[in-house]
Each structure stands twice: as structure tokens, then as C-alpha cells.
């Protein structure tokens, strides 16, 4: 009798946590939840913490809390003034209704593929009527946000709420970038030819400058030797003058000194002179002699 009983408590028991593990479920930060009766929605859950269902009766669909991001496959667009783009896109989103979102979508996957063809649809549109300047500069921000405003108000009757959408990349196609850098490469060597042929110029002034200021130099410093030369020569006629006021025979007998220095420098000279000869006039011993005794 007693281990009957004491089976049919632990039969009891275990039923009753089948059934409350059945009944319980847990609802995380990260998550929300939706309790489903027969497939039909029933109600939405979306603070974490512990919640009870029906049991065997009742599922739970839990959907992701978080901030979810979405990429778009690369995209060729033309721009306004006919340019092709090749375009990288994401867009970061949350389901703010999960009951719609489940509803419209039904999971994670489908969402993803609505959302990239509706961003695919956003950008070739929006980018399609800007020039491709205006895509490249500053103003891009102000385009994003055009496009992420189009994109949420489709995006929001799916319960999903889109937080940002950015062009990773907006690349021409490799034919065009070729020769956009085959352009470019040609200005900057014209750029650069430019700027050698004005060094050229500048360079060439210069040296003219510096050539016209060393002849002038040069110039300047020949009249001034010329005039110091002049000043020299004439203060030693003077000196000269005035010694050969002061003595005659010396100044005879000096100039012949320097007369034979001149003409007896070189050794292989030959004069050939008569030995009476003023030239030799201070060779003679006796002249000397004589002229002494005077």
C-alpha cells in the first residue's frame, strides 16, 4: 500500500514538472517574445524576465531585441549626369513590433531579403537623380539620410524600425577607372611639365641676374684697379721726378740698374754692343773710378 502510493506521488510530481516546465519560459534582454495559441498570436512579451503560457497549448516565438544590420549586394547605378557606379550599402535596423514583424515576415531570413530589396530599390532611385559629385562630397550625408527616411516609412508597416543606412563603397567600374586614372596621370604630367618649364624660366632669370651683377662687378673692380694702378704710377713718377731733381747721377745710375736687370734677366740672352757703349757706361772700372774721384 505505501510504495503504491509513494508511486503514484512520484508519478504526480513528475507530471506536475513536465507540466510547469511546459507552462514557464524565460524571456532574455536580447529577446521578445510572442505566445502563440494555434498558430494565432495571443500576445507580445517584450520585457525580459519569467512569463507563463498554456501549456501544450501554447508556443513562443521569440524574436531578436537587438540592433540588426543588413547588407546589399553590389549594385550598379547611373547618376544624373550618366556616370555608372558600382555601390555597397547596409542598412542597421530593430524590429520594434514584433507581432508585425512576425506576421508580415515570419523569420529572420525573409526579413533580410525584404529589407535589401527595399534598400537596393531606395539607392538606385535617390542616386539616380544626383550628379556624381554630389555623391562623392559632403553632401552624401544629407542623401543618406534622405534614403534611410524612405527606406524606414516602408520598412515601419513590417513593425521594423531602420536606424541607419551608409554606402560603404561607390566605385566606378574597372573600365572607367582606368581611365579616370589615365586622365588624371596625364594632367598631373601636365601639371608637372608646367612646373619645370616655370622653374626653367625662373632658373634661367636668375643666372642672367647673377651674370649681369658679376660683369658689373668685374667691371667696378677693373676701374677701381685701374684707377689705384693710375694713383700708383703717377706718386712714383713723382718720387722719381723728385729724386732725380735731387741727384742726377744717382738717379742715371739706378735707371741703368734696372735697364740691366731688364734685358739680363732671361740667361740665354746675346747682345752684342761696342765696349765704349753708354749701355755699359758703370762696367767701365775706370769711368767709375774717375767719376768717384770727381
Avoid: C, H, W
Avoid at 514557464?24 to 507563463?52: D, H, S
Avoid at 761696342?274 to 768717384?292: L, M
Amino acid at each position: 500500500m505505501n510504495k503504491t502510493f509513494l508511486t503514484v506521488i512520484a508519478i504526480l510530481l513528475v507530471a506536475l514538472g513536465v507540466v510547469a516546465s511546459s507552462a514557464l519560459f524565460t524571456v532574455y534582454q536580447t529577446e521578445q517574445a510572442i505566445v502563440m495559441q494555434f498558430g494565432k498570436p495571443q500576445r507580445v512579451i517584450q520585457e525580459p524576465g519569467l512569463n507563463f503560457k498554456l501549456p501544450f497549448v501554447q508556443d513562443v516565438v521569440y524574436v531578436d531585441k537587438r540592433v540588426l544590420s543588413v547588407s546589399t549586394q553590389r549594385e550598379e547605378v547611373v547618376t544624373r549626369d550618366q556616370k555608372r557606379l558600382m555601390v555597397d550599402s547596409f542598412a542597421r535596423f530593430r524590429i520594434a513590433n514584433p507581432l508585425q514583424y512576425y506576421q508580415s515576415y515570419g523569420n529572420i531570413q525573409i526579413a533580410y531579403a525584404r529589407l535589401e530589396t527595399i534598400l537596393n530599390s531606395q539607392l538606385r532611385q535617390n542616386l539616380g537623380r544626383q550628379s556624381l559629385n554630389n555623391i562623392v562630397s559632403g553632401e552624401r550625408s544629407n542623401l543618406m539620410n534622405q534614403i534611410r527616411e524612405q527606406v524606414n516609412t516602408e520598412a515601419k508597416a513590417s513593425g521594423i524600425d531602420v536606424i541607419d543606412v551608409r554606402i560603404v563603397r561607390a566605385d566606378l567600374p574597372k573600365e572607367n577607372s582606368e581611365k579616370v586614372f589615365d586622365r588624371m596621370r596625364s594632367q598631373r604630367e601636365q601639371e608637372a611639365k608646367e612646373i619645370r618649364a616655370t622653374g626653367a624660366e625662373i632658373a634661367q632669370r636668375i643666372t642672367a641676374n647673377a651674370d649681369k651683377e658679376r660683369t658689373v662687378l668685374i667691371a667696378n673692380a677693373r676701374k677701381d684697379s685701374e684707377i689705384l694702378r693710375g694713383e700708383g704710377d703717377g706718386e712714383k713718377n713723382r718720387i722719381f721726378a723728385e729724386a732725380f731733381g735731387k741727384d742726377e747721377d744717382f738717379f742715371a745710375f739706378y735707371r741703368s740698374m734696372q735697364a740691366y736687370r731688364g734685358s739680363m734677366a732671361d740667361t740665354d740672352t746675346t747682345m752684342v754692343l761696342s765696349p765704349t757703349s753708354q749701355f755699359f757706361k758703370y762696367f767701365d772700372r775706370q769711368n767709375v773710378t774717375s767719376e768717384e774721384d770727381k
